[in-house]
């Protein structure tokens, strides 16, 4: 017996430590798995943005009159700012209950980098508002007689606006935490226009048959800048709530 | 600079003479720009509010890039003269959004015939003024200042790297709407004894965002540092 | 042997007025600090900074380890508990405990144990039919997931009835003699072997 018992737990050691340790993956899983657990349990979290989402464009048809040209050649506008709107909805829950429960102080003592944090909230926030919008724009595109040649970018342009204003509502969530829920919303608008701009432009191109991959390469080249910059200033003004 | 007394008694030489130096370039600047430069073949006199439109608007966004400079000092070195600095540049930069718009729209009734024509740089100094607004409305909902400094620093950040966008993304806007026709203010085509008056309002504008940028700061300062003993001699003696 | 935690002349002032200044301690392991003090006088402010969720005005805070590494240290031997609990109300008891880092690797049966431990066999309820002692026990059963050398616990007392912390002092007790240490906070010292620090 070359090693001794003893020996042999100091060479083990290292080894089951390294094991133990939650690695930046398995935060990511157990956050995601944690909170969509809860959204799923509790499901007026991704109702309430699809129900808003819907109603918000039930209303132009009722304000503006039912004329199919009409309604088509506003569809882009109008579907987009309903879902602009209804995904600011759910922003301020973002992390307000981690916040009140202290599972926040938890994540910032025990995870390093914090921005994971960050960005398994966006996440989930746009898995439980970006998407059902992103599905229900179909029924929306249907009853604003979009034309079915729009569709598909009309998905792209939401897939990657909705991720953005996720990511901006993330920010805004952070920085009114704590305070009233119109405030995250209205610090976080004047932001999203370029989004909602970019988002319009994308769906009236492919109306025109004009060729809208411009737009969609710049809304892809804000979420790829987004994604490091916002969630770190997220993470810095997170942490202005413990000083 | 970075300590308050110090600042404080800097501050207290330096601003007579940007307030006279303020007066003497706007003073210059107006009497020249108002009455001495010549008229313009096409819109007449009123493209006199160039005077005050081009510098307010330029204003608006520098301040704005100002504040930005200083909220990105304030969050990387926590120095706290900068957070008090952004704090007391926002309502001037908004103030200046504000008159550009203004002006612009008292222009606009003579040469296009209407109060408000979305054109590229209206919108997006309207998009800048949302944004003074979203940043003020963040300072007065935190009630510790050291803490709305911060906040407001984050969010000015992000203005500074989206502005550009905003900027880019409004003039695609439009011309997918309109192509543009006519723009208020092509500085190419104005002649020099035009173009110089402007120069001299411009400056001056600058020293009165400096001049009253100084007088918010000291307010500032004092009211943070009321408790402290360098601030009580002051205005006990 | 080394200290888990040594602090040399700490100092923390927040708008003009000193919280605390120049604190000295260390807590060597198996052995407890209690931060003693009344509302508002900055105990949980000390903890945040322990820890650096605050960033502290004066003083140096050693965490050592084999490597002196703040990070690695902090975000695995350290287990912190804030004054809310971070219980989760749409999460059974169970989950509660499976779906934290800490839990990371565990099988049911070790999960089951740490909540046998603290008194709650029921796992499968969700906890929000829970009392608030109930709560509290899931958060003590957090403590078992794992051997951590030091815990950072905010006023673990607050509202429990005479079983419960009598059980709290049975788990310190326990964990004492496995080396870890805990720096706790509360209004009255809780008769725990602790050193006493007053803020």
């Known amino acids: 017996m070359l090693l001794q018992g003893t020996d042999l737990q100091i060479l083990t050691q290292p080894l089951l430590r390294f094991d133990m340790r939650s690695s930046v993956l398995d935060w990511l899983g157990i956050i995601l798995k944690r909170d969509l657990i809860i959204a799923f349990r509790r499901s007026s979290t991704y109702i309430t943005p699809l129900v808003f989402f819907l109603i918000v464009i039930t209303f132009f048809p009722l304000a503006l009159g039912p004329q199919e040209s009409l309604l088509s050649s506003l569809a882009p506008g109008v579907i987009w700012i309903a879902a602009l709107l209804a995904s600011l909805l759910a922003v301020e829950s973002i992390f307000s209950e981690d916040f009140r429960d202290g599972s926040l102080d938890d994540f910032f003592v025990s995870l390093e980098p914090s921005f994971i944090l960050v960005f398994a909230k966006v996440m989930i926030h746009w898995l439980i508002t970006g998407l059902p919008i992103l599905i229900a724009s179909s029924l929306a595109a249907i009853i604003l007689y979009l034309p079915l040649e729009s569709f598909v970018p009309m998905i792209l342009s939401l897939l990657l606006g909705t991720s953005f204003m996720s990511l901006l509502g993330a920010l805004g969530a ?5 305070k009233s829920a119109i405030l995250s919303a209205i610090i976080v608008l004047p932001f999203s226009i370029p989004t909602l701009l970019m988002g319009t432009s994308v769906v009236t191109f492919s109306l025109n048959n004009q060729d809208y991959s411009g737009f969609l390469m710049m809304m892809g080249a804000m979420l790829a800048i987004g994604i490091p910059l916002l969630c770190l200033l997220t993470v810095e003004a997170l942490l202005l709530n413990y000083d | 600079m970075g300590s308050p007394p110090l600042f404080y008694r800097w501050s207290s030489k330096i601003i007579p003479w940007l307030g006279i130096l303020a007066i003497i370039f706007l003073s210059v600047g107006l009497f020249w720009g108002l009455l001495i430069a010549p008229t313009d073949y096409k819109q007449g006199d009123v493209y006199r509010i160039l005077y005050v439109h081009v510098p307010s608007a330029i204003l608006g966004q520098s301040i704005f890039m100002f504040m930005a400079a200083c909220g990105l000092i304030n969050v990387v070195w926590r120095a706290k003269i900068s957070g008090m600095m952004l704090k007391s540049a926002a309502p001037i930069g908004m103030s200046f959004t504000l008159i550009a718009l203004v002006t612009g729209s008292v222009w606009g009734k003579p040469t296009w015939g209407t109060w408000w024509v979305w054109d590229a740089r209206l919108t997006s100094t309207l998009i800048l003024l949302f944004i003074y607004a979203a940043l003020i409305g963040l300072y007065s909902s935190i009630d510790d200042k050291t803490k709305a400094d911060r906040g407001v620093s984050i969010l000015s950040i992000v203005g500074l790297a989206i502005i550009p966008v905003i900027k880019k993304s409004v003039d695609w806007w439009q011309t997918l709407h309109q192509p543009s026709t006519f723009t208020l203010t092509s500085s190419p085509s104005m002649s020099p004894e035009m173009y110089q008056p402007l120069l001299l309002c411009v400056i001056g504008f600058y020293l009165i965002f400096a001049f009253t940028l100084t007088l918010n700061l000291r307010n500032e300062v004092i009211d943070r540092e009321r408790s402290k003993n360098w601030v009580k001699q002051i205005f006990v003696n | 042997m080394l200290p888990n935690l040594k602090v040399e002349n700490l100092s923390c002032v927040r708008s003009e007025k000193a919280i605390f200044k120049n604190l ?60 809310q609990m971070g219980i989760k109300n749409m999460l059974t008891v169970f989950e509660n405990l499976k779906l934290t880092h800490n839990a990371k690797g565990m099988n049911e049966e070790d999960i089951n144990k740490c909540l046998e431990r603290v008194g709650l066999y029921k796992i499968n309820e969700m906890a929000s039919d829970l009392s608030v002692g109930q709560k509290k026990r899931i958060s003590i059963a957090r403590w078992l997931l794992k051997d951590f050398k030091i815990y950072f616990i905010d006023e673990p007392f607050s509202a429990l009835d005479d079983p419960a912390s009598d059980l709290i002092k049975e788990i310190i007790n326990e964990l004492n003699h496995k080396g870890s240490s805990f720096v706790i906070t509360g209004h009255r010292s809780s008769n725990i072997n602790a050193t006493l620090i007053e803020i």
């Open chain 1, 174 to 178: 952070a920085l009114s935490l704590g």
């Open chain 3, 24 to 83: 000295n301690f260390e807590v060597l392991p198996g052995q407890n600090i209690e931060i003693i003090g009344s509302n508002g006088s900055g105990k949980t402010t000390l903890l945040r900074t322990l820890l650096g969720l605050i960033n502290k005005e004066e003083g140096i805070i050693n965490w050592l380890d084999e490597d002196n590494n703040f990070n690695e240290y902090r975000t695995f031997d350290c287990f912190y508990q804030g004054h």
